[in-house]
């Protein structure tokens, strides 16, 4: 199978529709961070093979300014974890093991 060419209706379409996308997304937030993070992530997606910002975005969220050491310790997001194990890792469908993003922790046990 032959790579799309620039300019092709497929990669025309791609484009188009990545464009739809980071300008939705632009619109929700726009601040300096933000703006370079959606950039660096648009700039991986063409050698992952992938077609959609959104996904790429909720999958690497923007990285916490400023947390540093006033922010949760990872014992206590595994803690406060109802997801992950007491290592925190979470099994993975195909019985792979990841490491837990903790997303759905609000409040660190204490």
Same mark, same amino acid.
């Given at each position: 199978?032959?790579?799309?060419? !620039?300019?092709?209706?497929?990669? #025309? &379409?791609?484009?188009?529709?990545?464009?739809?996308?980071? &300008? &939705?997304?632009?619109? *929700?937030?726009? %601040? #300096?961070?933000? !703006?370079?993070?959606?950039?660096? /992530?648009?700039?991986?997606?063409?050698?992952?093979?992938?077609?959609?910002?959104?996904?790429? /975005?909720?999958? =690497? $969220?923007? $990285?916490?300014? +400023?947390?540093?050491? *006033? +922010?949760? *310790?990872?014992?206590?997001?595994?803690?406060?974890?109802?997801?992950? %194990?007491?290592? +925190?890792?979470? #099994?993975?469908? %195909?019985?792979? !093991?990841? =490491?837990?993003?903790?997303? =759905? !922790?609000?409040? $660190?046990?204490?």
């Amino acid at each position: 199978m032959a790579a799309e060419q !620039v300019g092709s209706p497929t990669t #025309e &379409k791609i484009l188009q529709s990545l464009h739809a996308e980071a &300008k &939705k997304l632009l619109a *929700s937030r726009a %601040d #300096e961070p933000f !703006v370079a993070h959606l950039s660096r /992530l648009a700039s991986e997606l063409p050698g992952r093979g992938w077609q959609r910002l959104t996904p790429h /975005l909720l999958h =690497n $969220p923007l $990285p916490q300014q +400023g947390r540093g050491a *006033s +922010g949760p *310790s990872r014992a206590e997001l595994i803690a406060a974890c109802t997801v992950c %194990d007491e290592y +925190g890792q979470i #099994e993975m469908a %195909d019985g792979a !093991v990841a =490491n837990c993003r903790h997303r =759905n !922790v609000t409040q $660190p046990a204490a």
